[in-house]
């Protein structure tokens, strides 16, 4: 049986990984480069399925629109599900997600931005483009021996600190969770704060992490603290962020993520004016790289996004069921039925 499948914010490197799986699935792909949204929902109706990013916003008028034209399924191409109203989800439609696809990939360019601030490495590149071979102003610091906390210490986070440590840092980390890593000492966030030469974050974004990073946390960093951040915007406020880069208390900010990232990140803007005031004061800051939520972008990452999605697809429309389904009770205390009987309702 075939499955009509429409994707959101489908951009040429989704499309060129979904199709190279056409001879393996029998589906049918619908691409809209546009995010889903109230005004674009109508472009679901006839599908048995619709697949979602990170900047889609699935908020219950949204759902209530799925569950009417009879989607069967949510498939997210991502792992963080913060941009679905989840609570309201349950019981109207089954959402699945891609739980890991390539954690190496998101470390790796978290230690890419690193090692390209703190070398100044953009600066010389610029620089030595107009035959300035100057090294003034280009003078950095050794990672070797320094302290990096990190925040979250799932599949990505771990593979952060397996960089780190080669590279001959100290290791704190802070998780609910922690791993079973003799090499990483896990503290309080409190002491990561105050200790921490640098700062990653690798948690997911949810209540408790809201602006977990702000104008409180930050005057307990030590100056010059280096912060980055590949999970999701909102774990830091941005205003806060800006006024402590301003004042030279943080010296230097690596971002992958931005919390207003939804109608600007995936597109290209460069003929436009940018209304984000806070954003074009962050990327005018020498000491500010942005990346525009490309940390998952590599070969292998898209190959394992599109083909968990669309075994996910092909598990629940066989099935009825899915090993990564999620819903509201899943989040709450591990309460879903799904954990026992393979559906979440």
């Not at 440590?165 to 290791?171: D, E, I, R, S």
């Not at 100056?223 to 999970?231: A, D, M, R």
């Not at 962050?282 to 990452?301: G, R």
């Not at 075994?311 to 899943?330: A, D, P, Q, R, W």
Request: glycine share 6%; net charge neutral.
């Amino acid at each position: 049986m075939s499955w009509n499948i429409t994707l959101f914010d489908a951009k040429e490197y989704d499309i060129n990984s979904f199709n190279g799986f056409k001879d393996k699935y029998d589906v049918v792909y619908k691409y809209y480069d546009t995010r889903l949204t109230e005004d674009t929902v109508s472009l679901c109706k006839g599908s048995d399925v619709v697949c979602v990013f990170v900047n889609d916003q699935i908020t219950d008028r949204i759902i209530d629109a799925l569950q009417e034209y009879g989607i069967k399924l949510l498939a997210l191409r991502c792992s963080g599900y913060n941009n679905v109203d989840i609570e309201y989800a349950f019981g109207k439609l089954h959402i699945v997600r891609v739980p890991a696809y390539s954690p190496h990939a998101v470390a790796e360019h978290a230690m890419a931005m690193l090692l390209t601030s703190v070398r100044r490495i953009h600066k010389a590149y610029i620089r030595t483009r107009d035959f300035n071979f100057s090294l003034n102003g280009l003078t950095g610091f050794n990672l070797y021996g320094k302290t990096v906390g990190i925040i979250g210490t799932g599949r990505i986070g771990k593979c952060f600190a397996d960089i780190c440590l080669g590279f001959g840092m100290k290791v704190l980390a802070f998780d609910k969770t922690p791993a079973n890593n003799p090499r990483i000492t896990y503290t309080t966030l409190n002491e990561i704060w105050k200790k921490s030469d640098i700062i990653s974050l690798h948690c997911p974004l949810n209540e408790e992490t809201l602006h977990l990073i702000n104008k409180s946390t930050l005057k307990k960093m030590k100056k010059g603290i280096v912060i980055i951040n590949t999970s999701r915007g909102a774990l830091i406020d941005s205003k806060a962020l800006l006024n402590s880069i301003k004042t030279r208390h943080v010296g230097a900010a690596c971002l992958d993520v931005y919390e207003e990232e939804a109608n600007l990140f995936f597109r290209d803007l460069s003929g436009h004016i940018i209304d984000d005031d806070i954003l074009a004061r962050l990327i005018s800051m020498p000491n500010v790289i942005v990346s525009s939520h490309q940390a998952f972008l590599t070969e292998e990452a898209l190959y394992n996004i599109a083909e968990t999605t669309l075994n996910n697809i092909n598990e629940f429309m066989i099935t009825g069921t899915s090993k990564n389904e999620i819903c509201y009770k899943c989040s709450q205390f591990n309460e879903c039925k799904g954990k026992s009987k393979g559906k979440c309702f």
